[in-house]
């Protein structure tokens, strides 16, 4: 039976987002694990800002350091998540899987959301 996906929150290297959302990618392939994962979040806004009377547009992290993962966890994309260059762990200070506190979904999505509002406020 397979479990619901839920939203984690990993904590990263500060500056290594990128890199590890395309690494976990990447082993998510290798070991055939894609049932078990789902997205892979890096919050960000859009911010608009007038420099020297140029508007320029810049994507700003809400959170660095930290990326949000949406997995079925157990003890094989637990590990799979740890074992990932420039991950430090996943928040919260469970020392097994079924101890990590999920995120709710209405928390990504006001996440996400908010994401979106960015690019409209000037």
């Known amino acids: 039976m397979a479990m619901a996906k839920k939203w984690y929150v990993v904590h990263t290297y500060s500056g290594f987002e990128n890199k590890v959302k395309k690494s976990l990618e990447e082993r998510v392939r290798q070991h055939s694990l894609q049932d078990a994962f ?21 994507k700003r992290k809400f959170f660095p350091g930290y990326v949000l993962v949406q997995m079925e966890m ?39 959301s908010q994401i979106s509002e960015g690019t409209l406020k000037p």
């Open 74 to 112: 157990d003890d094989r994309t637990w590990h799979l998540v740890k074992g990932t260059a420039k991950v430090t762990g996943f928040v919260g200070s469970a020392k097994v899987p079924k101890d990590v506190p999920a995120i709710s979904d209405a928390e990504v999505a006001r996440l996400t």
């Open 38 to 58: 789902g997205e892979v979040l890096i919050p960000m806004e859009v911010v608009q800002e007038m420099v020297k009377g140029e508007k320029k547009t810049s």
